[in-house]
């Protein structure tokens, strides 16, 4: 028997673009709003100038023995992840939504009617540009962290123990939390509250532990993402009944696995 093959523009028309081309699309958007490159301007600003101020004003002399002991410049550094996860996030969220909103989804599901193509584009694009960013943000801040700290006060270096893999993973931690903030787009399919949802796994899951006791914050609240990625940007001493970084970084991956899945899932079986 003799194949019958379809012309490419004819498999095109029906839908058939591989991940490649999507991806291109996918890529070719994300550069050419205007929004990406201001949130990426704001992530970059909070991870050094956050740096800058906060290890310029530590106080060595005036220190405790108890507070020298746990001084850990490379975690100091990192105070500009509370504005980083939450930019990235937000970018995340609008990677899609704002197709939503604008109504350019019914355009882009007319080109590539297969949604879960779609959406492992948006997500592989998103954390190529997202883990670049963070990563290059996130060893900038160390170094200029590292540049105002002023002596006594003991320095960090990459060739330290876990000082590498906390700045690795400072890199890493935003991307994630976009990666979630993505999947949450995709499910919720509204801006405002997509957002407001990637605010509430973030920063207020954390804060309605504090008032149900010690025992629950430490069993429950190691398996949310700010206090797993706290604990794994420590390069001095590792918080107690806190996950170890390994496992920390295995879950957070887990928990964008599970946000891309739902919200790929809903994406192909709801309409546009």
Known sequence: MTAVTMPRAARQAEGSYGFRTVARMEWLKLRSVRSTWWTLLVFAAG???L???VL??????????ADRASFDPTNDGFAGLVIGQ???????????TSEFSSGMIRATFAAAPRRPVVLAAKAAVFTAVALAAGEILAFAAFAAGEAVLKAPAPHASLAQP?????????????????LIGLGLGALIRHTAGAISAVVGVVFVLPLIL??????????????????MAENSLSAVKAQANALSPGVAFALLCGYAAVALAVGGWVL?????
């Open 56 to 65: 310029n004003h530590e106080h060595w002399a005036t220190m405790s023995a």
């Open 162 to 178: 876990a000082v590498l893999r906390a700045v690795l993973m400072a890199g890493a931690y935003p991307a994630l939390i976009g």
């Open 268 to 272: 192909a079986h709801r309409d546009a």
């Open 86 to 96: 939450l930019a990235i996030g937000v970018l995340g969220v609008l990677v899609i």
């Open 210 to 227: 504090l008032p149900l006791g010690t025992s629950i914050q430490n069993s429950a609240g190691k398996y949310l993402p700010m206090l």
């Open 47 to 49: 991870m050094i100038a």
């Open 51 to 53: 740096a800058i101020l």
